[in-house]
């Protein structure tokens, strides 16, 4: 069975720092893609930033010098340091597992980031 768990979300304040982890089971982590995305009510969920089995990565373009995506393979986990945050970035973020061009594609149930004074 499959299962990301992410863990790390929380209240912080604008200009304040948060990291996410997501910790996968029931694949082999190492092939597969992973992502972070985010969404906010009533809106489409949207990629902040992947990481290829490669180790190559990309932002969107809101999050680009503030966010950074990582991967630990041995620990089957993947990473999302946010810094400076600002109110924008307020949504629930979801981990995603996926095999591009194979339809295998898979989600964690969501964590809330909350940006708030």
């Known amino acids: 069975q499959v299962q990301l768990v992410e863990s790390g979300g929380g209240l912080v304040q604008p200009g304040g720092s948060l990291r996410l982890s997501c910790a996968a089971s029931?694949?082999?982590?190492?092939?597969?893609?992973m992502g972070w995305y985010r969404q906010a009510p009533g809106k489409q969920r949207e990629l902040v930033a992947g990481?290829?089995?490669?180790?190559?990565?990309n932002y969107a373009d809101s999050v680009k010098g503030r966010f950074t995506i990582a991967r630990d393979n041995p620990k089957n986990t993947v990473y999302l340091q946010m810094n400076s945050l600002n109110l924008d970035d307020t949504d629930v973020y979801y981990c995603?597992?996926?095999?591009?061009?194979?339809?295998?594609?898979?989600w964690g149930k969501g964590t809330l980031v909350t940006v708030s004074s």
């Open positions: 995603n597992a996926k095999i591009p061009n194979d339809g295998i594609n898979y």
């Open positions: 029931g694949i082999i982590f190492s092939i597969y893609t």
């Open positions: 990481i290829h089995k490669g180790g190559s990565t």
